[in-house]
């Protein structure tokens, strides 16, 4: 079971991560068996250390992004989260996140759901 702090506090260090691009901060958040997926459509990229691979082929420039990001709804061990992001190039996106938490706390399953402002 998680809890609205704890979904807060998993999405700190998600930015930080995205942010820092440790691989040890990413790898960190997912399960050794982790789903993420960009899109809901999309296979799958599985395992955390995959999901880092992942992350470092295309990284963002450092300071070209903002990104806030609150739970919205949480239930046992399934939380989605709300947030937007801002690129510097004037992109910014709307993002819901559907997260699912093993019981110590990192994600088992990650979808991304976004709306691009036209």
């Known amino acids: ?24 901060a990413i790898e960190a958040l997912f399960t050794e068996d982790a789903e993420y ?6 296979e799958p990229v599985v395992g955390n250390a995959a999901i880092a691979d992942n992350w470092l082929e295309e990284k963002d420039e450092p300071g070209s992004w903002n990104a806030n990001y609150q739970p919205h709804l949480v239930e046992g061990d399934w939380a ?11 992109r910014f996106y709307w993002n819901m996140w559907e997260l699912t ?18």
């Open 101 to 118: 938490f093993a019981p110590d706390g990192r994600c088992q399953r990650f979808v991304e759901w976004f709306m691009k402002q036209p």
């Open 37 to 42: 997926r960009y899109h809901p459509y999309d």
């Open 1 to 24: 079971m998680i809890d609205r702090q704890a979904v807060q506090d998993w999405l700190n260090r998600y930015v930080a991560a995205w942010s820092s691009y440790d691989r040890s």
């Open 80 to 90: 989605t989260a709300v947030g937007t992001t801002t690129y510097g190039d004037g």
